[in-house]
């Protein structure tokens, strides 16, 4: 079971099976205010600069970070490579687009965002390399959670040491869709995936469980089904703790999940 805990005032949600350093974050201990308080992490949301500057650094401070590298996030499925050259502080140049990082550099911090959409941090104990990765619904179907796995066995990560954490997002609960979602779930999971998927009430939708989708796609790349933590907490349900984008309807800051390779 995910837990919480409170360092430095932030309140942070951290796995059971993630022995490094790490973190998704919640909305609570950032100084931002209006629609975007208090722990804003989202530099494209419309805040001030200086109060997301100021959350970035209570968020360095209570994880001990000292390089921490972003990605342009753009809902697909690349995975890069990154090292302490690609650390930059808020608001710094970003030059590529990625949705997932992967590092084997001791101390190099890795951050994905979201708001709804699926967060998943990887670790290798053995090897010492990390990996985070942002999965949306074209993300998920687009298996971004086995390239991650793979952009980790191409640095010596054997899958089956692989230990990952699906964080909170929107659930089963609250993710209806229209037909292109389960479309898609079945074209990558094929009749297994229909176990993902629950008709709604509603003509023409239906009801998709991502975290599921996630996991079993891990599963599929070696991860064993016992190395994987999936957090029960549904972003939309909880609105109150997390930033959601489709109970907002955008009107929303980010949250980030964060791993420091070890």
């Given at each position: 079971?995910?837990?919480?805990?409170?360092?430095?005032?932030?309140r942070?949600?951290?796995?059971?099976?993630?022995?490094?350093?790490?973190?998704?974050?919640?909305?609570?201990?950032g100084?931002?205010?209006?629609i975007?308080?208090?722990?804003?992490?989202?530099?494209?949301?419309?805040?001030d600069?200086?109060?997301?500057?100021?959350?970035?650094?209570?968020?360095?401070?209570?994880?001990?970070?000292?390089?921490l590298?972003?990605?342009?996030?753009?809902?697909?499925?690349?995975?890069?490579?990154?090292?302490?050259?690609?650390?930059?502080?808020p608001?710094?140049p970003?030059?590529?687009?990625?949705?997932g990082?992967?590092?084997?550099?001791?101390?190099?911090?890795?951050?994905i965002?979201?708001?709804?959409?699926?967060?998943?941090?990887l670790?290798?104990?053995?090897?010492h390399?990390?990996?985070?990765?942002?999965?949306?619904?074209?993300?998920?179907v687009?298996?971004?959670?086995?390239?991650a796995?793979e952009?980790?066995a191409?640095?010596?990560?054997?899958?089956?040491?692989?230990?990952?954490?699906?964080?909170p997002?929107?659930?089963?609960?609250?993710?209806?869709?229209?037909?292109e979602?389960?479309?898609?779930v079945?074209a990558?999971l094929?009749?297994?995936?229909?176990?993902?998927?629950?008709?709604?009430?509603?003509?023409?939708?239906?009801?998709v469980?991502?975290?599921?989708?996630?996991?079993?796609?891990?599963?599929r790349?070696?991860?064993?089904?016992?190395?994987?933590?999936?957090?029960?907490?549904?972003?939309?349900?909880?609105?109150?703790?997390?930033?959601s984008?489709r109970?907002?309807?955008?009107?929303r800051?980010?949250?980030?999940?964060?791993?420091?390779?070890?």
């Open positions: 079971m995910f837990r919480e805990i409170e360092k430095d005032g932030l942070l949600m951290t796995a059971p099976n993630i022995s490094a350093r790490h973190a998704f974050t919640t909305r609570f201990g100084v931002s205010g209006g975007w308080s208090s722990l804003n992490l989202g530099e494209n949301r419309g805040d600069p200086e109060a997301v500057r100021e959350n970035y650094r209570r968020l360095k401070s209570a994880l001990g970070i000292k390089g590298v972003f990605s342009k996030q753009v809902h697909k499925t690349r995975v890069r490579y990154v090292a302490g050259a690609d650390a930059r502080e608001y710094g970003l030059p590529y687009e990625a949705d990082l992967v590092t084997d550099e001791a101390g190099l911090a890795l951050i965002f979201t708001a709804d959409c699926i967060p998943i941090l670790h290798d104990p053995k090897g390399i990390a990996a985070a990765a942002h999965a949306g619904w074209r993300g998920t687009g298996n971004i959670a086995g390239a796995v952009a980790m191409s640095l010596g990560s054997a899958p089956a040491d692989i230990r990952a954490a699906i964080g997002g929107i659930s089963y609960c609250c993710f209806e869709t229209g037909p979602v389960p479309e898609a079945l990558v094929g009749g297994d995936g229909e176990r993902f998927i629950k008709p709604s009430a509603n003509a023409g939708k239906a009801f469980d991502l975290k599921g989708v996630n996991r079993e796609l891990l599963v790349a070696g991860v064993p089904e016992e190395n994987i933590s999936v957090s029960e907490e549904c972003t939309v349900c909880r609105h109150d703790k997390y930033w984008h109970y907002t309807k955008g009107e800051g980010s949250q980030a999940s964060v791993i420091i390779c070890d």
